[in-house]
């Protein structure tokens, strides 16, 4: 069954000066994602992966072209930023962190509890909602990030290498955690990232982009079933050859940008 398009991004550029010199980050990207698809972004490193997602979340002003986010539920916000840097506050505890999406939006208390416990839990940071920041560890940061994007209940949830800074066991437990909460909300997600393994567990359909300026090179479905398993992706021989094809492709965008 199709499902209705959420995202819709048409011929976006995005261009930077500095003293008189134009530096373009991506251009003439076009784009559709289906309502509640997860899609994988990968590319090298300044193809403007980052400021793609910037100009989603209105952070950003785009150099030319446009997109529409449609909306569906007025009382909802349109969208939540995770940022490769947690970005908690931390006079704040773990809890108010969370709420605080909700809080500005006057939410009534009884349901900022009960969504913010409830992902709290989710996450597995109940016990630790009346903590600070910095009694936490950096993945133990980044689950409140987590939480509070989707107690939030936004339309779409943009994600930059959320899980880039952790070590590998912390970032396959997240990894894990968000695709179960991902799988009950079914949330429409934007995710960066660089790794090949990420991409090819968390994602319906991964975007390839070129360097920089980028742009999109290609794209790819993967037709693994859920729930999936680090072990099931590493050796199901279709995510194999899938990895290889990535992972040449970014090593052919890379040598090219250098020549």
Known sequence: MTREIKISI???????????????????VSLQVEDGEFVCLVGPSGCGKTTL????ADLEQPSAGEFHIRQTNSGKP????????????????VRENAAIGLTFRHSPAQLVKERVDYYLDKVGLLQFANHYPKELSGGMKQRVSIARAFANDPEILLMDEPFAALDEQNKFILQEELLNIWEETKKTVLFITHSIDEALMLSDRIILLS???????????????????????RSDPQMAEMFVQIWNHLQSEVQGSRT
């Open 10 to 28: 048409n011929h976006l550029t995005k261009a930077f000066y500095h003293k008189k010199r134009r530096v373009t980050a991506f251009e003439d």
């Open 53 to 56: 997602l910037r100009i989603l």
């Open 78 to 93: 349109l969208q939540s930023m995770i940022f490769q840097q947690n970005g908690i506050i931390p006079w704040m505890t």
């Open 211 to 233: 360097a920089q300026p980028g742009k999109i090179a290609g794209e790819m479905r993967v037709g693994l079933p859920r729930p999936r398993s680090m072990e099931q992706i």
